[in-house]
Structures are given as C-alpha cells and as structure tokens.
C-alpha cells in the first residue's frame, strides 16, 4: 500500500537551532517526493521536490532534503531556523503523471524565542 | 505565477443542503485535484480529473461528486451535506507527467462548516 509517514505531530525548536523534520514513504514504484509548507488558514506552498539526479536537493527559505532510497525517507532539514518558519509542513509521493498524491499527516512546527 | 482560485474560503451550509465548491486555474494544466484536510489527517484525495469531463475517485470518494466541463474549472459538489463533511477543501492542480519545473499548485482553501 502506498503511504507517507510523518512520525513527529508536533515539533518545537529554539529560534536559531536546527531542525530535521522526518518523512518516510511506502511506494511501489518510482517516487517523486515533495514537501510542503502551510502557514495557518493557508493552502499549501511547495518547499523542495525530487525528481531523480543529486539525492540532496535545495529549497526556498533556506530548506534542504535528503532522499535516501534504502531507508525510504525523506527527511526536511534546516540549519538554522527562523521564528517566520513555525507552520506545518507536509512530505508527499506520487506518480511519474502527477495524479494520486498521497500526503503525511504533517508536522507543525513551533520556534520558541 | 500559477493561480488556483477557490470562489469561497469560509462557508456555512444546512445538513441535507447541496453545496458546490469551485475552483479555477490559469495555467492550462490537465490534472486537477480536490482535497480534504482535517487535523492529524493530514491530506486526503477526495476525486481528481486529468482531462475535462474525466475524473477518477480518490480515496474518500463517498458523498461527494465532481464535474469538469471545462479545462480550468474543477467543482465538488456535495449531493446532501452532513456535518461529518465539515472540514477545510483543498483545490490543486499540476501539468501531467514529471518536468524538472512541475508541481502541484494549491488553492487557499475553503473551509466549510455543516450544521
């Protein structure tokens, strides 16, 4: 069955400190891998994706991701976070056409001054 | 920038009332999606469409419909609204296939409240 995993519901960091926000996938073909951010009343925004190529990929605010096929992971990390960063963040999988997305329950995320 | 525009953000519907979510793209995509959220849930397809008049059932499919008759217009219709159809509705839509510049493009949401 295809799933995602997001084991941490809630997170919370210090401003400044780092973070690694993790994902786990089941999928039974080729996954392409998105995280997504949601602030509060909002619709999502797409942080980073992979496609195929470099097993480490840069995203926008200063977010990067490391697709590690043998552990069937995905993991979100930041090295140094912002109070601007508290919000929920979603890991997804899908297909190589772009239909059936399937999401993990998210992980909101707090910053503590 | 790729827009997704959901006509409603907050709503308050009957229960056994027929409710219709719309939802418009400009980007001329083929796939379009509807989804709903609900807290510790995370993300679950309700229907999506890759090609006007097509749709596909998603995973929670039952007392909702869906119709496409046009490219950029993706509506959910809710036959008899319940009260266990409370949530936020999340409208997306991608281009079909992998592309280094693809993605899946959200609305802002919906939020209906069934009473």
């Known amino acids: 069955a295809q799933s995602v995993t997001q084991p941490d519901i809630h997170i919370t960091v210090s401003e400044g400190a780092s973070l690694e926000l993790r994902c786990n996938y089941s999928?039974?073909?080729?996954?392409?891998l998105f995280w997504y951010v949601q602030s509060p009343g909002q619709g999502l925004q797409l942080l980073l994706k992979?496609?195929?190529?470099?097993?480490l990929v840069q995203g926008i605010k200063g977010f990067e991701a490391e697709f590690k096929r043998s552990q069937s992971s995905f993991n979100l990390r930041k090295p140094s976070v912002h109070w601007s960063d508290a919000a929920e963040y979603f890991c997804?999988?899908?297909?190589?056409?772009?239909?059936?997305?399937?999401f993990g329950s998210g992980t909101k995320l707090n910053v503590k001054p | 920038d790729v827009k997704v525009t959901q006509s409603s953000r907050y709503l308050v519907k009957r229960t056994g009332e027929k409710v219709f979510l719309e939802c418009v793209q400009d980007?001329?995509?083929?796939?379009m999606f509807w989804y709903r959220q609900d807290p510790g849930l995370g993300l679950r397809l309700i229907y999506f469409?890759?090609?006007?008049?097509?749709?596909e059932k998603g995973d929670i499919p039952e007392g909702y419909s869906v119709s496409r008759e046009k490219k950029e217009r993706f509506s959910l219709i809710l036959e008899s609204a319940s009260t266990n159809q409370t949530s936020m509705y999340l409208c997306?839509?991608?281009?079909?296939?992998?592309?280094?510049?693809?993605?899946?493009?959200f609305g802002e949401g919906s939020w209906l409240t069934v009473v």
């Open positions: 997306a839509s991608s281009p079909r296939g992998v592309d280094s510049g693809n993605t899946i493009y």
């Open positions: 999928y039974g073909a080729t996954p392409y």
């Open positions: 992979y496609f195929s190529g470099d097993t």
């Open positions: 997804a999988v899908g297909p190589y056409n772009f239909n059936k997305f399937y």
């Open positions: 980007m001329d995509h083929e796939n």
């Open positions: 469409s890759y090609d006007v008049k097509m749709k």
